[in-house]
């Protein structure tokens, strides 16, 4: 029960990672906000765990400021952020349309931002607060993912500049980088590439130490240790989750 009488907001937790990390969190005592750009897949996760759904777009600095303080006004607090709404638009350069680029990059980069820049008044005042903010191995680059690899960079870049500012007042800030984890997007890269599912799960894992592709859970007990007292002395850092090196 590490998160107990702590309030948790999750971004994109209506589905893969975030949704692991809504249950385990909840789990483990938390009050949890379940954010997603549809109520639907949010009321999902958030109902069985007796969560709150709110519908949210990321990139709308209305509706966040709305989700932070009713996450504040229903649920007491705001004591954890994990920012996990993103997609991807996936294209080589000279393929890559303006709008591949925008979207991608408001999303993640802006949504994360206005995410963080929302949540840290409540942490702010009371003198505590996690932010983990979901990056990726495509930060180190990979093809066909310019938009998502610079977006996936730049939240690593964003985590260390608010380590720095926010430590003052106890709030730690980190990003998780996962490797290949089954997910909805990963299915819809396979679909993109005109591969079979089973298949590019299977040559993923060959080219991972452990042998095995990730879950939403392996990263979601990341995520629960880097928002516990367990790491409190850990900030502005990126751990690499990923099978291995």
């Not at 966040?64 to 997609?87: F, H, K, M, N, P």
């Not at 303006?98 to 206005?114: A, C, Q, R, S």
């Not at 690899?149 to 926010?166: C, F, N, V, Y």
């Not at 997007?185 to 799960?201: L, S, V």
Request: glycine letters at 12%.
């Amino acid at each position: 029960m590490r998160f107990d009488g702590r309030v948790a907001l999750i971004t994109g937790g209506g589905r893969g990672i975030g949704a692991a990390t809504a249950e385990l969190f909840a789990r483990e005592g938390a009050k949890v906000a379940v954010s997603d750009l549809d109520v639907g897949p949010a009321q999902e996760v958030a109902g069985p765990i007796g969560g709150l759904a709110v519908a949210c777009d990321v990139t709308s600095r209305d509706q966040v400021e709305a989700l932070v303080e009713r996450t504040v006004s229903e649920l007491g607090r705001l004591d954890i952020l994990v920012t996990c709404a993103g997609l991807i638009r996936d294209n080589l350069l000279f393929k890559m349309t303006d709008e591949d680029w925008d979207l991608v990059i408001d999303t993640h980069l802006k949504g994360t931002f206005m995410s963080a820049r929302a949540a840290q008044k409540p942490m702010v005042g009371q003198k505590y607060g996690k932010m983990v903010f979901l990056s990726s191995t495509s930060a180190l680059g990979n093809r066909g993912q310019t938009n998502y690899s610079t977006a996936k960079a730049g939240l690593q870049g964003m985590a260390r500049t608010l380590a720095i500012e926010l430590g003052p007042y106890n709030v730690n800030v980190n990003t998780v980088a996962p490797g290949f984890v089954e997910t909805r997007m990963t299915r819809q890269t396979a679909e993109r590439m005109g591969i079979d599912f089973d298949a590019f799960k299977q040559g993923a894992a060959l080219q991972t130490p452990l042998r095995r592709v990730g879950q939403p859970e392996d990263i979601a007990s990341v995520i629960a240790f880097l928002c516990s007292d367990d790491s409190s002395f850990v900030s502005g850092q990126t751990l690499y989750v990923r099978g291995g090196p």
